[in-house]
Structure formats: C-alpha cells, structure tokens
C-alpha cells in the first residue's frame, strides 16, 4: 500500500474485493488500481502482486480512466445511432477525450445533443465493462469490415491482445476502464471536427468528435465556465475586434500583419522593455534579417537547426538564411572590437525579427507563428561577473513582469545532471556557475525548483513560468548561461594577466517574443489594457456634427500633451459611437457638445463607470500623465 501498511492477499481476490476491505467509501470512488506500478481494472486478479494503489475517480490516473471510458459510452451511442459507423482510435486527452469515428451519414454539431442523449441512456443502463483477453485470429474476424482496426491489430502481438465489452458493445482496447458505464461522471460532447486517419492527408478523413468528462457535475460546470472565459479572451478575437492585427494568405501562414493600434501596441511594449534594460546598462544594437549560411555552419546552428530555418537563398556562391536567431550575429558584433577585462561586461539587447519554419499545422494565432521579434539579449562577460550579470538580467525581468501584473510566477533552474556525460566544459566551472544562480535567486528573495539534468549541454539556465489572471501559466522569461558558443565562434578579451580568455556568454529575453507576448497580454487583460499601455489612450466623441471642430481642437491639444487620442468622426449617432468604443475598451471617452465646446472642458467617462466627470482639456492631459507615470515613472517610455 502507499502508505506502508501490508495487506494480505487471498488466492482469486481482486483490486475492487481489496478496495472494499480498505473502505467503503475508497471502493465507491474508486475507479481502477495500480498493480505493480501498472494500472489495471478493478476486476484484475491481484495473485502474486507486490505494489497495490486505489486509483479514485479525483486524481489525474483516475480522471484519464473516466475520460477514456466516456470515449467508449460515446462510441456505444454513436454505433446505436448510425448502424455501420467503424471505429477508429479514441483516447482521452487533457480535460477530456475524442474519438476518431468513420461515421455511417453525417454528424454535425447539431447531432451532439442527440448523441449526449443516448450516452446518458447507456449510463442509465450501468452495464458492466469486461476486459476479454482474445487471440489475433478472433479480434481479426470481429473487425473483418473495419480496415482501420484491422491496421491496428496487425503490429499487435498475438497473446497480449484485448478487447473491452459493455453490452453489444466492444472495443479494442488496452484498458483500463471504470467497472461499469454509470461510471464515467458528469460529461458533455463539445465540437465535430476533420481528422485523417493516423494524421496523414493521403488516408481517408474521419469525423472526430471531442467531449469532456468530469467526476461531478459541479466540477464539470466549473471547467466549461473556465473555457468560455477563455474563448472570451481569445487574443484572435479580441485581436480582430481591437484592429490589432490581422492574417493573410497573400503574405504567407504564420506571418502576422499589424494595424496601426497593433503597431502601436508593439511599439509600447517594447519602449518599455527598451527603457528598462537600458537603465540597466544594455546597450541596443540591429544586426539585419538575413545572414550567410556559413556562421550557422561555424556555430553549428546549421546540424542542430536546420528544420527549423527558413530554406536557403542562394546568390552566386553566396548562400544567405532568414535569421533564426542572434546569437552568432551578435558575437561577430563583439568580434568587430579586441577587448579587455575593463570593457565587460558587454551588454548587447536587440529587438530582433527572427525567421523559423514551423510547421503549417501548429501555427497558431500570435503565439505560434514564423515572424517573431524576440526581445533578446546577450550579455558577454567574465566568470566571476556570472552571478552579478544573472542578477540584473532578474531585476528586469522581475521590474518588467510585475508591471505588466504577473506577479504569480515560479522559476525553474535547470542544472546538469552531475553523472551525465553530455555536459560539456568542465566540472568546477559548471558547479561556479551553478552556485552563481543559486546565490543571485536567494539574494533576489525568488523561489525557484531546481531540476536535474534538464540543463543544455552548454550551461545551466533558469525559465520563468508565469501565471495570468486565468491561472494559465505561460513560459516568458529566460536566461540561460553558455560556456560553449563564444569559444566556437572564437570570441575572446585580454585578461588581466594580459592573457587571452574566452568569455562566458548569457542569452537574456525579458517577455520572449513580442508577438506572443502580445497574445499573452490581450489574454491576461481581456483586450481592457491599462491606461499606460493602451494604444488608444482617449477617442473623443461630439454630440453632433457641428462640435466636430472643438473635437478637432481637444484632440490637437491632447495630442501634443503626449496622449493617444482619436476623434470619432464616423456618421453614427453619439450614444453609438459611445457604446462602440467602450467595446473597444477604450480607457476614457470624452463627450464634447455645447457646454464644452463653451467652457473649453470635456466630459470624461472612464471606463467601465457609469460616472462622468467634467474636465478641462489640460486638467484630462495632467491626469492621463499622472496614471502613466504612476507606473513608468517621471520619464514614462522616455530616457
Ligand atoms: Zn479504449
Ligand atoms: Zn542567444
């Protein structure tokens, strides 16, 4: 048992008759067990067994055995519903399961009520589920109509095949599964989709039906609350709605294009980043988007990287690539210069528009894309400067996250794994190093879980996963140590015993890539951002035509006190054109009519208040000023 106890086994006693004698309660939840470390029906034998768990409906095996007997009740309804559909593959997934079905008709989204209605009918009938050992020969004959099946069976061995019947129904299947079908919980069928057979375009397409499966139906409540908060914050949506940004086959896949607010946006973000890390001593360089193939030949980017680089350009002898990343163009920066100990640290911060080839079918809104523009950083110093260097690179990133309100974040250390042989450099230089990012996280005061033997071969590094407000965590931040690449790529400084050295090199990103970034940052904030950041700070809105020119004048006015604002121009009507740029998440709206135009104020609605508040022009300016300095400081994106 977990918890140390022995127990003893009679002879033909099974996981459910032990689980009843551990407790009633434990064998009403309990869903499958774990035997010798393998998990097994409640029905298994346990003769011989060593190692023996309950699995309750609660834990994630238990949930993975609910979810794929949910895809069995859904197949069972499904073959009731279109006679002579052939069953395919049906796992569980995070959160739920699918099932890829050749279906006899037609089933749309309109069909999965129907569908949910014969589940429930085969719950109610609670028929046992009964794991059957079979040979290949009878398998074969039950799927003799079913080629996708008999795909399947083929690479199985014969004596180890099994089959799972509830009813009528059967399947082939590993197992486990819950002992009966008024099992599987509280579930609901969400979305009908295309699916090849085995993902390969040239096999028929299937239809592949997703559903989730819950212990309780409160629990299932609370899962599909969560996922409509989600599909409210999709970053394409809200991108869309925002004039953010936009796609076209005309440019290519994976490409984003932006509109004006969205280039503004890119524009805030990165100034920010920008002002911070030059605070902190880094110094911003540009190294261009395509670079000759033969550095990525001497940094070996081009054996380890090749899939993921854009194909060739060839010119003459020349072969150029869409740059991937910056490291090696930003040592040959630091190669341009002979250098000394006195001049390290050298700090070198680009926002660089980076190529990679990603595969068409994981491209995914902004934040899986092939243009992305990484706010990356390389800081060349010495050994014993590891430890302050790391330091500053986590004040930034601390400074930049906490402001952007990703206050809830972990960082995980990846160290080498001291009996590996992978880890190149030598031992005594990689425990420094590792201590060096110890003792900076402690004196930081940040948490952080070391994991051994995750490191890269070149140096250990620290990841910072951090969470939104939805409780979705997100990997952003990185820094990662290299004692390999500079010596590769034969960057060195006098030291000062006048002797050649080979600098340590950190690769840095603050929020990783601005476009996915961007994603995370629509997400987290649901499209509302705050003032500071917002690419339109305040659109001005006139009663009536005739106040369209004191709106002229506000904007004008406004527009040179260094705020981002709009006059709405457009022939709606006033309440319209307010009701418009409050779902466009406008921070202030100001109404300007008669009165104002008068007494040279504007009518201030924040937003989401029902309040207004009468404004002079340069009393808004001083207010909009103050909220950006409250959070940028005296010089907001500047110095
Ligand atoms: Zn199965
Ligand atoms: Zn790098």
């Known amino acids: 048992m977990p918890d140390g106890t022995e127990l003893h086994v009679e002879p ?28 097994v029906d409640l029905e298994a034998p346990l003769d011989g067994a060593r190692e023996f768990e309950v699995i309750t409906k609660d834990s994630p095996e238990g949930l993975y055995v609910m979810r794929h007997s949910a895809a069995h009740v859904m197949a069972q309804a499904i073959l009731e519903l279109y006679p002579g559909s052939r069953l395919t593959i049906g796992p569980p997934v995070e959160d739920g399961f699918y099932y890829d079905i050749e279906v006899a008709g037609r089933i749309t989204e309109e069909d999965l009520p129907r569908i949910e209605e014969k589940m429930r009918e085969i719950v109610e009938r609670d028929l046992p589920i009964r794991r059957e050992e079979v040979s290949k020969e009878e398998v074969e004959r039950l799927y003799s109509d079913n080629p996708y099946k008999l795909e399947l069976i083929r690479d199985l061995e014969d004596g180890e095949i099994s089959i799972y019947r509830q009813g009528d129904f059967y399947d082939l299947c590993r197992g486990p599964h819950v002992p009966s079908t008024g099992r599987i919980g509280a579930f609901k069928l969400q979305s009908v989709a295309g699916a090849y057979w085995r993902g390969d375009e040239n096999n028929p397409m299937l239809t592949r039906i997703y559903g989730t499966a819950w212990p309780t139906e409160k629990q299932l409540k609370a899962y599909l609350r969560r996922l409509e908060e989600a599909r409210a914050r999709d970053h394409r949506r809200i991108g869309r709605e925002l004039d953010l940004f936009t796609f076209s086959p005309d440019v290519g896949a994976g490409i984003p294009i932006f ?17 911070v890390q030059s605070r902190h001593g880094y110094e911003h360089v540009w190294t261009g988007n395509v670079v000759n193939e033969k550095l990525y030949a001497r940094s070996g980017h081009l054996d380890h990287y090749r899939d993921a680089m854009f194909p060739p350009m060839k010119d003459g002898e020349n072969v150029y690539r869409l740059k991937p990343m910056n490291c090696p163009s930003h040592m040959v920066l630091f190669n341009s210069r002979a250098h000394s100990y006195r001049d390290l640290p050298v700090r070198y911060a680009e926002f660089a528009t980076l190529y990679r080839y990603e595969k068409s079918g994981e491209l995914s809104g902004l934040t899986r894309v ?56 030598d031992e005594e230089k990689w425990q420094r190093a590792e201590d060096a990012l110890r003792r900076a996280l402690d004196a930081a005061g940040i948490s952080y879980e070391p994991v051994e033997g995750e490191a890269a071969f070149y140096g250990p590094k620290a990841d910072f996963m951090a969470k939104d407000v939805l409780g979705r965590e997100w990997q952003l931040s990185t820094i990662q140590v290299d004692f390999i690449q500079p010596g590769r790529l034969g960057c060195e400084y006098v030291g000062e015993d006048g002797e050649k050295h080979t600098p340590v090199l950190l690769h840095r990103a603050v929020t ?21 950041l917002a690419p339109v700070q305040a659109v001005v809105i006139p009663v009536a035509d005739r106040h369209l020119e004191y709106a002229g004048i506000v904007s004008e006015k406004l527009g040179g006190a260094g705020v981002r ?30 009165a104002e135009a008068e007494a040279g104020s504007v009518n201030v609605r924040r937003r989401g208040q029902k309040e207004q508040e009468e404004m002079t022009v340069d009393g808004f300016a001083a207010l909009v000023r103050s909220e950006v300095e409250e959070v940028l400081g005296p010089h907001g994106l500047h110095g």
């Open 12 to 39: 033909g006693e099974r996981a459910r008759d032990v689980a009843r004698r551990i407790g009633s309660r434990l064998a009403r939840d309990a869903v499958a067990a774990r035997v010798d470390g393998r998990l």
């Open 259 to 275: 509109l004006p607010k969205g280039e503004m946006l890119r524009h805030l973000m990165e100034s920010f980043v920008r002002r």
């Open 370 to 425: 092939r243009a992305l523009t990484q706010d990356d950083a390389h800081v060349f110093c010495t050994e014993e400067q590891v430890q302050e260097e790391f330091a500053r690179a986590l004040a930034i990133i601390r400074e930049v996250l906490d402001t952007y309100g990703f206050t809830d974040y972990r960082v995980r250390l990846s160290l080498r794994d001291p009996d590996s042989s992978k880890y190149i450099a």
């Open 512 to 532: 990783g890539t601005t476009e996915r970034f961007m994603a995370v940052l629509i997400e987290h904030y649901a499209g509302a951002f705050p003032v500071w």
């Open 565 to 594: 604002v709009e006059v709405d121009d457009s022939p709606s009507t006033m309440q319209k054109k307010i009701r418009e740029n409050a779902r466009k998440k406008v921070p202030y709206l100001l109404v300007v009519g008669d």
